[in-house]
């Protein structure tokens, strides 16, 4: 009887120890459990920080650069249109060779940024290889737009320019051949106001245009070319100018439209462009007995 009461409490003993380790594991597996998936949440969340992190990153990357692109059209601005800066300047005053160069600039960002300037209107690929071949036909200091010259007190506000071609009716006054400056005078008649190369008068204007502005010496460039505002008239020739250089006709577009004032609206020069073959020997052969090659030294590098 006491061999079996002995045994009895050694079962009943072992049975105990047996669950109380039993208990111990589950609540070791239930601890390992609990931490293991904490550990996982801790991970997600620090995972979703350092994305979070990294994209926040990237966004003010984004933004820095958006800030720095709006600062640079800022400048642009002043640097193109210095009728903000002092109100006795000419209109729409800037330097042309500049003005593209700054265009191709912003269109070759804009395609890095977004992978294409469609929202410019530019509707194709720009490569750099472009870029450096147009600019050298069109150099920076050597063709200058803007409005009339009347308040202008000193030279070097329109770059110094040695040259001045006049495309209004009223003329300058006589002060810019006391100094020196060759004085031209091309006024537009009213038909310009209408952007139609149809019409014989606003074709002969143009014509006669291109056959000074072809024969001038390039030694003394800048050249000036100014109307009122500074951009229908004056539009209509520079336009013209840059097409017989071989600058595409968007980029002509884009340079146009940098103006502020005026009474035209896009649709106008691209109506005037339409006339004018996109291929520069194709655009040459409607201006015929004209020195290209002088032409191309008088703006080009």
Not at 19 to 42: D, G, P, S, T
Request: a positive charge; hydrophobic letters at 30%; charged letters at 35%.
């Amino acid at each position: 009887c006491l061999l079996f009461v002995g045994c009895w409490l050694l079962v009943v003993t072992f049975h105990r120890k047996f669950a109380e380790r039993e208990k111990e594991e589950k609540k070791r597996r239930e601890r390992e459990h609990h931490n293991n998936n904490h550990n996982k949440k801790m991970d997600d969340r620090t995972g979703k920080k350092r994305r979070d992190k990294k994209d926040g990153n990237r966004h003010t990357s984004q933004q820095k650069q958006e800030w720095k692109r709006e600062q640079k059209a800022k400048e642009w601005k002043h640097d193109g249109n210095m009728k903000d800066l002092d109100p006795d300047l000419p209109q729409n005053l800037r330097d042309v060779g500049t003005t593209v160069l700054q265009i191709y600039d912003n269109i070759l960002e804009e395609q890095e940024r977004n992978g294409n300037a469609a929202e410019m209107g530019i509707n194709r690929i720009i490569t750099r290889e472009e870029k450096d071949k147009v600019c050298k036909t069109i150099s920076p200091g050597r063709l200058v737009r803007g409005g009339h010259i009347e308040n202008v007190k000193n030279r070097d506000i329109i770059f110094g320019s040695n040259m001045i071609l006049n495309v209004r009716e009223p003329q300058d006054t006589k002060r810019w051949e006391e100094e020196g400056v060759l004085y031209l005078h091309h006024a537009a008649g009213k038909q310009h106001e209408k952007y139609n190369l149809q019409d014989r008068n606003v074709r002969q204007w143009m014509r006669s245009c291109v056959e000074t502005v072809s024969a001038l010496d390039k030694e003394k460039t800048p050249l000036y070319i100014h109307c009122r505002f500074g951009k229908d008239r004056t539009g209509i020739i520079v336009a013209l100018l840059l097409a017989l250089l071989g600058v595409p006709h968007d980029i002509i577009v884009l340079e146009f439209m940098q103006s502020k004032e005026g009474f035209v609206a896009q649709e106008n020069i691209e109506k005037v462009l339409a006339e004018i073959p996109e291929d520069v020997n194709q655009a040459r052969k409607k201006f015929k007995g004209n020195n290209w090659q002088n032409f191309e030294a008088l703006f080009g590098s």
